[in-house]
């Protein structure tokens, strides 16, 4: 869920942009593709874009290795919106779809994190979401920030540019996506309405290079890739959501998430766990979440419940922080504060993996 997705639930967290809601009631009502559960997925067209829904996103989450340094978390997202703006505006420069992009470091000597982000309407080339395949971009020319696939190789390119650091990344598959709840039809609440289309990819290797000032240093590490998109989300009285994304050092893969009112309730919950790189799969697990320890921001605020237990059936495992503060100011783009975390899975005293664990609704509810 990958909004904060996710993330729908990767992560990222999103705010859209649109009309505010005088102008809609005055005018046409705007309209969105809906989410079904058919047609099947189909790729590489499904991880292109899909401009008719409302919301989308691609999702890259991982920890890094670096030289002489400690290991180290990285986020990179893009975003679609198809706003409420009239169809019928002729105008090159109507809003009708924006591209909105975040980028992360979490580098424990620093202990918060390093954050850019980007806004942008797709007139003029200046920004755009390509169908067919992953082809996402803001700006031209060096300075342009991008995430793409190449179908020769299945491999993606991540590429930020700019202050305060940069990032060039190759990210590369070793199995098919994983579908996500009903062969990648999310429910997201108790109406069929309520869900998105959703796929991962786990066990991403990356290489490549990080720049922080005027220093390159060249990484390698692990990722999980989320896309997802929908035009209805969140039920009634549901303020936000917890997700992780884990990929386990068997090879495996976990992926769990709940939908939050404002009691902290679960409006909904949803849980898959491959067993090793290439082992079964099981999507009948119902995930609980714990929180053990909170941490409050003096930006915000906010308290984040940084360290989660998660419960999976007979299994407990206990998410940790690299660091508390993981906060995400991207009031700039999306218009939301959210924690993206890379963390720790253990297991019984033992590590078992790694990934993110993405927070919203905390610094307020998060409106979709």
């Known amino acids: 869920m990958r909004p904060s997705r996710r993330h729908w639930l990767s992560t990222g967290a999103i705010v859209l942009a649109g009309l505010p809601d005088s102008a809609l009631s005055s005018g046409p009502q705007p309209h969105w593709d809906p989410v079904a559960p058919t047609p099947a997925l189909r790729f590489p067209d499904d991880h292109g874009s899909h401009p008719g829904h409302r919301i989308e996103w691609w999702y890259v989450t991982g920890w890094i290795k670096r030289p002489d340094a400690p290991e180290a978390g990285f986020q990179v997202t893009f975003f679609r919106s198809l706003t409420a703006h009239p169809r019928g505006n002729p105008s090159a420069f109507a809003p009708r779809q924006l591209i909105l992009a975040h980028a ?4 424990p000597e620093r202990s918060h994190l390093l954050h850019a982000e980007r806004a942008s309407r797709t007139a003029f080339e200046m920004a755009g979401a390509a169908t067919g395949d992953t082809r996402v971009w ?102 936000g959501w917890d997700w992780v994304g884990i990929n386990l050092d068997d090879g495996g893969a976990l992926m769990a998430f709940r939908v939050r009112d404002q009691a902290g309730r679960v409006v ?3 849980a898959l766990l491959r067993d090793g790189p290439h082992g079964p799969i099981r999507r009948d697990l119902i995930p609980q979440f714990e929180p053990l320890r909170t941490w409050r921001s003096s930006r915000t605020g906010a308290r984040w419940p940084v360290e989660m237990r998660l419960v999976l059936g007979s299994r407990t495992l206990d998410l940790q922080p690299l660091f508390d503060d993981q906060e995400l100011n991207a009031r700039g783009s999306t218009g939301t504060t959210y924690w993206e975390g890379a963390v720790t899975a253990i297991e019984q005293g033992r590590r078992i993996g790694r990934g993110y664990l993405e927070l919203t609704g905390y610094a307020g509810a998060l409106r979709l």
């Open 104 to 107: 992360a470091l979490a580098l």
């Open 138 to 239: 803001i700006g031209r020319g060096d300075s342009a920030w991008s995430l793409v696939r190449d179908p020769a190789t299945d491999r993606y390119r991540a590429h930020i540019q700019g202050d305060p650091f940069e990032l060039d990344l190759e990210l590369a598959p070793n199995a098919p996506p994983l579908l996500q709840g009903d062969a990648g039809f999310s429910r997201k609440g108790p109406l069929p309405t309520q869900a998105s289309r959703y796929y991962s990819r786990a066990q991403l290797q990356v290489s490549g290079q990080i720049r922080l000032g005027s220093r390159s240093t060249s990484v390698n590490g692990t990722a999980w890739f989320d896309h997802e998109w929908a035009s209805e989300l969140l039920a009634p009285g549901a303020v």
């Open 268 to 270: 909904w919950r949803s």
